[in-house]
């Protein structure tokens, strides 16, 4: 399967109208990647909390980005959320990943969503790299 680039994506894309429009800045030292939002009702599960899948997709997107600091094209193998504490509507959110390691074409990644430095939910992901050059 190819993948074409576009700015559509649900989480990240400044083109989806209906997007998150997160916007991921990159440590590529660290092999890190973090952003910061706001997640208000829109995204709701139960009354006043954040909706589960919405705070997994954020762990996910993370992980891509921290290995976006190693290549272009990857995509998310498995992925492994650990819910501390219910995310809560309308407050300001630092959702951040870093690669921790690498063998062949994959990527183990963490990730977490924090409010003030508290962690909310953490994921462990494994990550394909789709780059024919980087995938050895």
């Not at 954040?50 to 997994?56: E, R």
């Amino acid at each position: 399967m190819n993948f074409e680039k576009d700015r559509g994506c649900f989480v990240c894309g400044p083109d989806n109208a209906q997007g998150m429009h997160a916007d991921f800045t990159l440590d590529e030292q660290q092999q890190a990647a973090y952003c910061e939002m706001e997640l208000g009702p829109s995204y709701q599960g139960w009354q006043g909390v954040v909706h589960g899948g919405i705070t997994s997709t954020l762990l996910d997107e993370a992980g891509i980005y921290a290995c976006r600091t190693q290549g272009e094209t990857f995509v998310t193998a498995e992925l492994n959320v650990r819910f501390r504490k219910p995310v809560p509507v309308g407050k300001k959110v630092r959702v951040s990943a870093q690669v921790k390691t690498r063998r062949r074409s994959i990527y183990k990644v963490v990730s977490q969503l924090t409010i003030e430095d508290e962690i909310y939910a953490e994921a462990e992901a494994r990550v394909m790299c789709l780059d024919s050059s980087r995938s050895q």
